[in-house]
């Protein structure tokens, strides 16, 4: 009985939680169609296309700025669930100089706060001539993304330990053989859902992008914040709507890719 | 202990590397600090050809989608086709390029990616104090000479600072108040009449909180209409001065507060949501700084085609935004053949056609052709003719005065 309760009740929240995510989503569908929609009429009194035009004209570039701050944020969030990985085994499994102070400063990024950290990180990429460039804006994106990849992996690294790993070097697998079918298998929840993280925060970085891409790298967000500044809805929703739906679509492909690499791996071990 | 002294090296490379990447990097800078002295001042026909072929960068706002459209699909075609110069838009606010700007400046990078900066006011002033401007390049532009007004006070100073050359006049902005004629019949013509206006519409008023340029500029022009403007002319930007000559607008605001959206306690952050609230009902009257922007909302289907433009009998602050070259910009000869061009009847034309933004070239300056042309253009539904605006345009306040202005309105303002 107390099961079948807390059932329906977790069927309640699931559908709370579902309708505080999709009415916002729907107003953002209508406003992306709607011109005018005064206070308190249900519905939007004048329709017009005018967003879906200028989201399509070829002067926004709107579609291939989209592909290239995805490709920008896929190649961000894969380098961050490598480095976050290794970062998080050398953290979780061995013993080093520093090893405390590597830790802190892991997390280091999220805790100063965002303007005053990118005016230096500016300065640095500079001298190093690192800023405007595509380069640039993926490492700076990296330090963003980091702190989370690494403490997603750590965890995971954490309670899979390496008694495992042991084990398969005592039956004789290499150190390649035993990361391969052993521990990368078991990486693959905590990597999904770094690169997911990492991918989202790469996608909607606004000022460091534009500070460091310094109007060369062109990406999504820049392109969009400005609109939702100036408060024009009809446009803000367009964009707003297409940066949801693409990143839908990039976190389906990742779970794909996910799926099958894990399927792969388990059909070779057999 | 093997591993120690890998980690060690490893370490002592990674430390090495940036070391040598910076110093290289130094070097760099230095061979090309000479490129930095670009001569402006030497046959425009050589600059000419020192353009062609380059890729010049327009930094500014990049939330108006249809001066995007303008730079890109009208502008940027003339320049390609005429000069064999590529136009690169860049959507950027002006606090984000002062920042990159001041950034490579500590810096010492010598060839920056920004070439053209959209730019006034405030902005201007500490550019220009700073030294991240290039200048002066004004008069060098031939179309300077042809098209645009020499004694026009706006060309000489933007918001009472010297411009010496330093930028161009690109377009021409206004405070324009807006309301529907479905809603609210009477059109304020003074302070008196827009507080008797509030009274009547409680709680349906409101304006944006500075530093919003257009809730700023609105303060300003209720200031003139109470204290007057000569005095602001050459006022010196001290707190005390300043706060005792505009205390009897002070108290206007005070008083106006009561009547206003949310009693003023809190005003919006910025122009758009008041505009925003003006379009869902919640108020009755808005403002724009661009004078003609009613028409193009109307067009859009934002505004009901009830709603006009209207102005103080006094008049409302009126400002002119510019053009700025990069001290490091990289293309400064391409850079110089744009703005000329930009400045040029053809393209302030087709600015007023398809902006609807004031043209900055002097009507008396057309010639017959030029000026059928300029009288031909629609100016569309809901707002005022260009010689009503211009007749009723009052000059900006000195730079350094409107930041004490924003300030003081914090402290005596909001919430009293």
Not at chain 1, 1 to 22: E, P
Not at chain 2, 306 to 316: A, H, N, S
């Amino acid at each position: 009985m107390k099961s079948i309760n807390s059932h329906s009740l977790l069927k309640f929240l699931l559908y709370i939680t579902l309708f505080i995510i999709l009415v916002p989503v729907l107003i953002l569908i209508l406003w992306t169609f709607a011109s005018r929609w005064p206070w308190p009429k249900l519905l939007p009194e004048v329709y017009s296309f005018r967003s879906i035009k200028e989201v399509l004209s070829p002067h926004a570039n709107a579609f291939s700025t989209l592909f290239s701050s995805i490709f920008l944020s896929l190649t961000v969030a894969v380098l961050s669930a490598i480095v976050g990985t290794m970062t998080a085994r050398a953290l979780v499994l061995y013993d080093f100089v520093g090893k405390r102070v590597i830790d802190l400063l892991s997390i280091a990024p999220i805790l100063v706060p965002g303007t005053v950290f990118a005016m230096g990180i500016h300065i640095v990429f500079i001298k190093m001539s690192l800023s405007d460039t595509l380069l640039g804006v993926i490492i700076v994106h990296l330090i963003y993304t980091l702190p989370y990849s690494i403490n997603i992996m750590k965890d995971l690294t954490d309670s899979i330990g390496k008694e495992m790993e042991l084990q398969a070097y005592v039956l004789g697998a290499s150190p390649l053989k035993s990361f391969r079918f052993i521990t990368l298998p078991l990486l693959i929840p905590g990597l999904m859902s770094s690169i997911s993280m990492a991918y989202i925060i790469s996608f909607s970085q606004y000022f460091i992008t534009l500070l460091i891409g310094g109007g060369n790298v062109k990406t999504f967000s820049v392109l969009m914040v400005p609109f939702i500044a100036k408060g024009d809805r009809t446009l803000s929703s367009a964009y707003g709507l297409i940066f949801i739906v693409s990143t839908l679509l990039i976190f389906v492909l990742i779970d794909r890719v996910f799926k099958g690499l894990s399927f792969k791996t388990r059909k070779e071990e057999i | 202990m093997n591993k120690r002294i890998i980690t060690l090296f490893l370490t002592t490379f990674i430390v090495l590397i940036l070391i040598v990447g910076c110093s290289n990097k130094d070097r760099e800078m230095d061979a090309n600090a000479s490129s930095e002295a670009f001569n402006a001042n030497r046959d425009f026909k050589e600059i000419l050809k020192e353009a062609k072929g380059e890729t010049v960068s327009f930094y500014g706002w990049g939330g108006d989608e249809d001066r995007n459209k303008w730079l890109n699909k009208t502008v940027a075609p003339i320049l390609k086709k005429e000069y064999d110069i590529t136009l690169d838009v860049v959507g950027m606010d002006i606090d984000d390029i002062l920042a990159k700007l001041s950034g490579e400046k500590q810096a010492g990078l010598k060839k920056g990616s920004i070439d053209m900066i959209w730019i006034n006011g405030e902005n201007f002033y500490s550019a220009k104090e700073n030294d991240l401007l290039f200048g002066p390049f004004l008069e060098q532009l031939p179309n300077f000479e042809k098209y645009i007004d020499n004694e026009d006070e706006e060309v000489n100073s933007d918001f009472g600072f010297s411009i010496d050359g330093y930028e161009a006049p690109y377009s021409k902005a206004q405070l324009v108040f807006i309301n529907d004629s479905s809603v609210t019949k009477e059109t304020p013509k003074n302070a008196k009449e827009l507080m008797k206006y509030c009274k009547e519409n409680k709680g349906k008023v409101t304006y944006a909180a500075p530093p919003d340029f257009t809730g700023s500029a609105f303060i300003r022009t209720l200031i003139y209409d109470i204290v007057g403007h000569e005095q602001f002319l050459d006022m010196k930007a001290d707190k005390k001065i300043v706060k005792e000559k505009i205390e009897p607008a002070l108290e206007y605001l005070r008083e106006l507060n009561k009547y206003l959206w949310n009693e003023g306690k809190t005003f919006p952050a910025t122009s758009g949501e008041v505009k925003n609230m003006f379009g869902d009902g919640e108020l009755v009257m808005t403002m724009s700084y661009s004078p003609y922007s009613v028409a193009t909302e109307i067009e859009k289907g934002v505004y009901k085609d009830t709603v006009r433009t209207f102005l103080f009998d006094k008049g409302t602050v009126g400002n002119t935004n510019y053009i700025a070259i990069a001290k490091n910009s990289s293309n400064k000869a391409a850079a110089i053949v744009a703005i000329n061009e930009i400045i040029s009847a053809k393209v302030q034309t087709t600015q007023f056609e398809e902006l609807k933004e004031l043209a900055v070239v002097s009507y008396d300056k057309l010639n017959d052709e030029e000026k059928k042309r300029f009288d031909s253009i629609k100016i569309g539904q809901g707002v005022l003719p260009q010689d009503e605006l211009l007749s009723k345009r009052l000059p900006e306040m000195p730079a350094n005065i409107v930041p004490i202005i924003e300030e003081i309105w914090i402290e005596e303002v909001v919430g009293k």
